[in-house]
């Protein structure tokens, strides 16, 4: 049988292969015919899945989501770091700064003429946006737009929006990009204008409540309030030598948001809560693999590390390893998702031993199946390996996530296909299928494990294979 790191390795390659299918996706075109669009991708969009679904039954995604281009786009990164890919990772990442720097010229109001609602078909006008909201579409709401067309133009449809994690995560990969790869001046230019567009957005918007990052509810969210802190800190080091002022408001911005987050831990539950709704109301998805998920994309791997974790950078209880993948806090939300998930998940039950639960997003999710997430699965084993080593590893953290990894492995066919999901009782595919979130984050997790189990004494290097591969090679 092939080792788990023989399998990592192939199937490395393989969702490589299957995430740059969505990467700048020119050569397919969307036609939405009840909208009357043809939609021609530009180089720079990243797509949440290239397969060409209406919900029928699985769902249309071919659209650039803010977040999950973000995640695609630093794990693009790690993989060039590595030597996996060769230095077209640099013109996909110039084209993405051109298309998202394009994107801050959108004007809904654009839209309002008597002739594009006549285009739409009878059945489909009931899903689009109003001419009100299309009128806002401008400037700063741009970015708060929960996902645009690929060909760079709004989407008209009704959506959950605003959504104001997108320009953070957005800022963290274009900063950890500037860090780690040589660009030409106008691309570090551009890139460096978008990264501070991206962090004023954040300082203005991360305290007003938005959509969560599932597009279901309304509130002040812990995966929102994390990323934006550490967007506006890590943001603050860089700025600091050419604007002083601005990284003074970064910095006191991202330290408040941290202190904030210190409200939503509860004691008694033994968990962070995941969100504080906007109406008062109390929320069923306080349980949330989105606290894991808020703890990884906080902390690029291999990025430089952000004032926040700098011993003496903030006050108490917000410490440096507050709200970090080394947080026992973060740890044990976790096992809590694996006691409930265990549980509900016919999947899990009588599970092979060294096998850990299949994860899903939160209690009674009701998409699709309902069922596991590889990026929740992944996420879990993510956490494991990075918290490997230190202050709180009793030397289990590598063992529980290769326990998580065995599992995506007995999940994910020869093929290496992933879709978003895997069915609570069944595991087959469900959802959106190749999904780029899913082949992320199998990226993303490897190279975490890679690090776990055979720890460099410079992280950021490339690898000696990279540097024999050559411009243009992959």
Known sequence: MQSLAEWSQRH?????????????????????????????????????????????????????WYRDSAVVLDALRLAWRDGEIGEAALGHFADFIDFSTALAGLDGGGLLTPQWRARVTPHFKQYLRTDQELAAVHGDAVAAETRVNPDGTLDVLSWPRPQHDGPALRALAVLAWLEAAPHSPAVRDAAAALARADLEFAYAHALRPCFDMWEEERGLHYYVLRVSAAALTSGADWIAGRD?????????EGQAILQRLEGYWLPQAGMFRSRVLESGSPSMKELDIAVVLAALHAEPIGAAPAGARRPGALDAPAAPLAHSVHDPRIHATLRRLEAHFETEYPINHGRPAGRGPALGRYPNDTYYSGGAYFFSTLGAAELCYRAAGGAADDGSFLARGDAYLETVRAWVPASGEMAEQFDRHTGEPRSARELAWSYAALLSCLTARRAASAPSSDGAARSAKAAAAGPGSR
């Open 12 to 64: 490395y390659r393989l969702a490589l292969e299957g995430m740059l299918a969505s990467v700048s996706p020119v050569g397919i075109v969307k036609v939405r015919e009840g909208l009357a669009q043809q939609v021609r991708p530009r180089r720079g969009s990243i797509v949440a899945s290239p397969v060409l679904a209406a919900y029928d039954p699985d769902p249309d995604y071919f659209f650039h």
């Open 244 to 252: 002083p002022q601005a990284a003074r408001r970064f910095r006191a």
